[in-house]
């Protein structure tokens, strides 16, 4: 519904204004952005309510657990990540030594 108005209001735009086309263009442009980020968030709210459910099967739920893991690692702390981090170069030099002939 939202759609059609601000593409009539463009068209009317387009020919009152010189600029017309341009603010159009961005008019349908914020509207697919805007589209698109609605989309997306029901989509994982989707994704949450399967995994709540249990109706995932293993590669979704696998996927769903890697993208989980994914987002909180943008939440962790310096200090957190700094742990991580060493642990990670521990495990590192472990394979290191054990793949030396």
Do not use: W
């Amino acid at each position: 519904m939202y759609f059609v108005i601000f593409l009539l209001i463009g068209l009317v735009l387009c020919y009152l204004i010189p600029f017309g086309p341009i603010v159009a263009g961005g008019i349908i442009f914020a509207l697919v952005v805007d589209h698109y980020r609605q989309t997306m968030h029901m989509r994982e709210d989707i994704r949450d309510i399967k995994n709540h459910l249990g109706l995932m099967n293993k590669g979704e739920a696998k996927e769903y657990e890697m993208d989980k893991q994914f987002k909180d690692v943008d939440r962790l702390s310096s200090e957190e990540m700094n742990m991580i981090n060493r642990k990670i170069e521990a495990e590192l030099e472990k394979d290191n030594k054990n793949n030396k002939p």
